[in-house]
């Protein structure tokens, strides 16, 4: 049996990177998936290739920081797949790399808005549609979740955030069978980090001593075992998947 059979998953995010690759792998492992992403068309065509391949996906368009748009997408997904089982909330964005004091406020405000609030409010939702029957949420954090990293201060402050709501949350709704975890990926090749690796900005040799960047469909396969049963008593974590990174 796959991992998610007859699951209903949800991925914000979805369009690219590793909401792309977690939306895929959901419905390789059996479940229907809702892929939601401000891009509409990325969502579609993520939820065609679910389709093509056999499976049932639907694409759904929004914005995370607007909390009745989240609202909007859960309560379609429920409408249309019929329930909500498990979520990889994977939606995010990060300003160029900036000094803090040079950092302007709007861009502040916009990666707190996406990366931490987004965040919450798929939770607020999701654990609404779950909490009658259980369910699993991961939150796509980052390592820059349990460190600092120089010039990504918004970014680091978001994500470090996720976590705490994370662990906070999963303390909150543990009796009500919904389970909630953080990833924290390392240097992972996605549109965002590409142009990073180009430049030489990110030094796969410092940040990942396995030798390598890391592939979206890594951090999804943890994803999608967050997601099912067979981490049924695992909650509150906040898992690296980084290469060995913060081993040192």
Avoid at 109 to 116: G, H, P, Q
Avoid at 124 to 142: E, L, P, T, W, Y
Wanted: some cysteine.
């Amino acid at each position: 049996m796959t991992l998610l059979q007859d699951k209903i998953g949800f991925v914000t995010g979805g369009a690219s990177g590793i909401g792309r690759a977690s939306a895929l792998l959901m419905a390789r492992e059996g479940a229907a998936v809702a892929v939601a992403d401000h891009n509409r068309d990325g969502a579609e065509a993520v939820a065609e290739a679910v389709r093509a391949a056999g499976g049932r996906a639907i694409a759904l368009a929004g914005d995370v920081a607007r909390a009745a748009e989240v609202e909007a997408m859960v309560r379609e997904a429920v409408a249309q797949l019929g329930s909500l089982d498990c979520a990889v909330n994977c939606a995010g964005m990060s300003p160029p790399p900036t000094p803090l004091g040079d950092l302007s406020d709007d861009d502040w405000a916009l990666c707190l808005a996406v990366n931490l609030t987004g965040v919450r409010n798929c939770m607020k939702s999701q654990i609404r549609n779950m909490a009658a029957r259980g369910g699993s949420i991961v939150n796509i954090a980052s390592g820059a979740g349990l460190e600092g990293v120089p010039g990504l201060s918004a970014y680091v402050a978001s994500k470090h955030g996720v976590v705490g709501a994370t662990k906070t949350a999963a303390l909150d709704y543990a009796r009500q069978g919904v389970r909630i975890n953080a990833l924290c990926p390392g240097l992972v090749l996605t549109p965002m980090t590409q142009a990073g690796v180009d430049s030489g900005a990110l030094d796969i040799a410092a940040l990942c001593p396995i030798g390598r960047a890391g592939r979206p469909e890594e951090v999804a396969e943890a994803a999608v075992w967050l997601c099912s049963d067979r981490a049924s008593f695992v909650t509150g974590v906040a898992l690296p998947v980084d290469g060995g990174h913060l081993a040192g």
